[in-house]
């Protein structure tokens, strides 16, 4: 794709016309007309009312040269007229967010460009969804307790889209407080959620990222009694509940298929329902690193991107945020660790008392083991945290050769393949020995 319009009239507009009536011009859209016969142009100028009319007659006696040189540097089909208008409208907040969007909708995404398709089945129940949730009074939707980032992302843009529609949502899951976690406290979209406890059975209701229903914690039966209750998930363990079943375990995360789903609808992505679902992506995949990771997870990145994700502001705040102190947990757990042999896995602990003398909570730990994992001596790596009520949980991750999920159920607990966890009572010694044998 060559440059806008807009990027090159600004570029002239700066350099090239030397009208000293001319003041610091900002232009903020280009609307062309469908046929192209003609375009707006909207800007801005630093100034008093004097300076605007001057900058205006400057404008317009330029016209005929700025539009011979956009004919000659964008390539298009007719060379439209060019109109300068003042954008006196409050240039701030909502105002700036929606040129910005007007922008990417009518020039950025690249000409062709579709999201790839699903299989038919999944289809044909997305398009069920879609009549339901059309010709819906109300929406209720919920995500799975302790929600991650796909969860997240993939509720708040579907609460985003309908909202935009003018079709009452309530989002939410099963939290004390339902708030947004510190890590996604970014995302937008957050000012739509409403409690557990003021949930009300809605007219159709859509569970996401939720491979059973039990994963709605206490908005179960609430969501069981709405007209409709559409199941909208990515994992291959999916019990298939509810009425519709949009589930594809081709989908990386939840996220991607709620962008087939709003981009079916013909939603307009919004920069911050793509927000949402990049921040459920990028999540869902470890950063495009796992195994889920398809050219369609590429495609809809790609997508997202085209229209206003800020991929390195996105990063930072999921990746660059710990707090100060999650260093010195990090530090004590890495310190501590230990290559044990046969069988060969990476072990280490944090007791409650190093949390005491740190100041964090259980929460504060969760990522500590993708750094203890990390190495090449060991396939398996077993972290131990004491918990508040003295109990010891277990974390397994492996890198493919081991079952450590299976491990897991062993021990009393659960979880996935590769990664899985588990409770143990009694002092860490025994806990330790304990793990040793079930690994053996
Ligand atoms: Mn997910």
Redesign the pocket.
Same mark, same amino acid.
């Given at each position: 794709m060559g440059e806008s319009i807009r990027e090159v009239l600004g570029e002239l507009i700066q350099r090239r016309v030397k009208d000293p009536r001319i003041g610091f011009v900002t232009i903020t859209a280009v609307r062309p007309t469908p046929d192209l016969s003609k375009a707006q142009v909207f800007y801005t100028v630093l100034g008093d009312e004097r300076e605007r009319t001057a900058t205006q007659a400057g404008l317009e006696s330029a016209t005929p040269f700025l539009r011979s040189e956009v004919g000659r540097r964008v390539r298009l089909k007719t060379l439209p007229e060019l109109e300068f208008l003042l954008d006196d409208a409050p240039v701030k907040g909502q105002h700036v967010d929606s040129i910005i969007a007007e922008i990417h909708r009518t020039e950025s995404p690249a000409p062709g460009f579709h999201l790839p398709p699903l299989a038919p089945d999944v289809e044909n129940h997305l398009m069920r969804a879609i009549e339901l949730i059309e010709g819906a009074s109300s929406i209720g939707i919920a995500c799975h307790v302790a929600p %991650?980032g796909?969860?997240l992302g993939?509720l708040l843009a579907l609460a985003l889209a309908l909202n935009e529609r003018g079709i009452p949502v309530t989002p939410t899951w099963d939290g004390d407080p339902v708030a947004l976690p510190a890590q996604y406290d970014f995302l937008p979209g957050s000012d739509l959620l409403v409690q557990t406890n003021d949930f009300r059975p809605p007219d159709v209701a859509l569970a996401v990222?939720c491979a059973t229903a039990e994963r709605l914690g206490r908005l179960e039966e609430r969501m069981k009694k709405a007209k409709a209750l559409v199941n909208i998930?990515?994992?291959a363990s999916n019990t298939k509940f509810g009425a519709v079943k949009v589930i594809d375990e081709t989908s990386s995360?939840?996220?991607e298929l709620v962008l087939q789903l709003l981009a079916k609808m013909g939603a307009e992505i919004t920069p911050d329902i793509a927000t949402c679902l990049y921040t459920?992506l990028v999540t %869902?995949t470890g950063r495009f690193a796992y195994a889920n990771v398809t050219p369609k997870t590429h495609a809809a990145a790609s997508f997202l991107i085209q229209r206003g994700v800020k991929i390195d502001e996105i990063s930072q705040k999921l990746y660059e945020s710990y707090r100060f102190s999650y260093l010195k947990v990090l530090g004590r757990v890495l310190d501590r660790a230990t290559l044990e042999s046969d069988p060969t896995f990476v072990l280490s602990y944090l007791s409650k008392k190093d949390r005491e003398a740190i100041g964090v909570t259980m929460d504060d730990t969760d990522d500590v083991i993708d750094t203890l994992r990390a190495v090449r001596e060991s396939d398996v790596t077993c972290l131990l945290k004491e918990r508040d009520d003295g109990k010891w949980k277990g974390s397994f991750r492996s890198k493919g050769a081991t079952n450590v999920g299976a491990v897991a159920k062993a021990l009393g607990g659960g979880g996935h393949d590769l990664a899985a966890g588990f409770e143990l009572d009694g002092p860490l010694e025994s806990a330790i020995e304990t793990v040793r044998k079930a690994l053996g």
């Open positions: %991650d796909d969860a993939s990222d998930d990515h994992h995360s939840s996220a459920g %869902d």
